[in-house]
């Protein structure tokens, strides 16, 4: 018997051709038509994307058959495309939802499988179990979802190729005077990471004073010589890049193009922290917008102090982005975002969008005058200063239980020769410390592996922190 599908923070990974099969993405498929059907939904049709990883196009193809098959009408995009460009389409088609093949920054030999809800946003808890019940069902019966060929289903027009570029590039210009910043005699480099988001920054900004340098810029399903997600580690060649070019910022967007790394124009990394924090100050300081800001439980507590200076309320969620999209919407709050360099705005989808996140940071250098490295020292005077980093740590299903159970059953009262001062387990153990520092231990749900992060007013306290997560964990 096929292993179970379980569904993660954002969506079901697995190996390709090992758990990520032909079979279980029609399964997948049909258990998005049986929510839908069981909902009294589905007559506006569903949006298809995916990314460049190995086959996508093909699982794409498989999961519009099946659809197609149960008479539900499928806009089919007929190249790769950003993860936030399929959340738009939804709204901009007004259609009841959409799937998203990608495994987002997972390595290379990953795919991935994420529905969308109408609103674009990330489908939350209750109708993700709905979607994995009905998809363990299809796997546990050995049903085979009824599908019809993709010739015949774009022959009878239930499958259409829908080229979603030109609504969600007008869209960005109604956020954004994308027009005022090509006028700007700039130099950026972008490392599209050999994911989805290849040639978005570039045609974007394309025809103006803007010079755009891309790196990693063809589809290699082999990520080769990275992994496709934005973080320091990988993102050397950029950093030489940006040196190189004489840049004034360098951008990163992963696999399916969600989410955003930085680099200054010294080629020095921008964690996502001070990146969230940057974008939390260009709307409140630049654009005198206001509104409430929302902020997972990973995330910097510099969006507190900026709150209180500029008297907006923050909200806490757990980690992901199923999460923070109903605060915001609920609260129609200006941003929202996570630690991982995922961030969504206010007039935009409420989903993370690196594409539109860029465009706002090349704005706020532009508006300001100043360079990223600039900008994180003014930060820091308002706020104080903030360090922060994580560690991941890869483990078996058999040592995260054991570890589990040996931090729910251990009281942790000092951390170092800091006193604990609250605990938070809505998302795995967060330590908050009598100087305002913070340590949480997180196991993910789309890995299998622990994260550790820590943020404090010093570097050192922070590898401090890590290593004293660590040593929580039994080493």
């Not at 795995?428 to 789309?446: A, I, N, P």
């Amino acid at each position: 018997m096929a292993a179970k599908i379980k569904f993660g923070t954002d969506g079901w990974r697995a190996v390709i051709a090992d758990d990520f099969t032909f079979s279980n993405v029609r399964a997948c498929a049909q258990g998005v038509v049986d929510y839908l059907k069981g909902i009294g939904s589905g007559t506006k049709g569903v949006v298809i994307g995916y990314d460049t990883r190995f086959a996508s196009e093909d699982f794409a193809a498989a999961a519009a058959e099946v659809l197609a098959g149960n008479g539900i009408k499928v806009f089919l995009f007929p190249k790769p495309a950003p993860t936030p460009v399929t959340s738009y389409t939804v709204t901009a088609m007004k259609a009841d939802g959409a799937i998203m093949l990608t495994a987002s920054h997972n390595p290379g030999n990953y795919n991935g499988f994420k529905y969308k809800v109408e609103t674009g946003s990330s489908a939350p808890s209750e109708v993700i179990s709905l979607i994995e019940e009905n998809t363990n069902a299809v796997i546990k019966n050995a049903a085979e979802p009824r599908r019809i060929d993709i010739n015949d289903a774009i022959r009878k027009k239930i499958i259409t190729y829908h080229d979603p570029y030109i609504s969600y590039a007008k869209h960005l210009n109604k956020l954004i005077d994308i027009e005022a910043l090509k006028r700007h005699p700039l130099k950026i480099v972008v490392d599209s990471m050999f994911g989805a988001g290849i040639g978005y920054f570039k045609n974007i900004l394309d025809g103006g004073k803007i010079e755009v340098h891309e790196i990693n810029k063809v589809r290699n399903p082999l990520f080769p010589g990275i992994q496709p997600e934005p973080i320091n580690k990988n993102l050397g060649k950029l950093a030489r890049y940006v040196i190189r070019d004489n840049a004034v910022i360098g951008f990163a967007t992963d696999g399916d193009a969600d989410r955003i790394g930085v680099m200054d124009e010294n080629g020095t990394y921008l964690n996502t922290q001070e990146v969230f924090a940057l974008l939390a100050l260009y709307f409140l300081e630049i654009r005198k917008e206001r509104g409430a800001i929302v902020k997972t439980l990973t995330s910097t507590d510099m969006l507190f102090t900026l709150g209180q200076i500029y008297k907006v309320p923050v909200f806490e969620t757990p980690v992901g982005f199923k999460y923070v999209a109903p605060v915001m919407m609920q609260e129609k709050a200006l941003l929202g975002g996570e630690e991982s360099g995922g961030y969504g705005f206010r007039g935009h989808i409420p989903e993370r969008d690196g594409i539109l996140a860029g465009l706002y940071l090349l704005d706020l250098i532009i508006k300001t005058g100043k360079t990223p490295s600039q900008l994180l020292a003014d930060l820091f005077k308002k706020v104080g200063p903030h360090y922060y980093d994580r560690i991941d740590i890869h483990i078996t299903e058999d040592a995260k239980r054991d570890m589990v159970d040996r931090m729910t059953n251990n009281t942790v009262d000092r951390i170092g020769a800091l006193k604990v001062v609250n605990l938070d387990t809505r998302d795995g153990f967060r330590y908050k410390l009598e100087d305002g520092s913070w340590m949480l231990v997180r196991f993910s749900g789309t890995e299998p592996l622990i994260r550790i992060y820590a943020e404090s007013s010093s570097r050192q306290e922070v590898q401090n922190l890590l290593q004293q997560g660590r040593d929580i964990l039994g080493g």
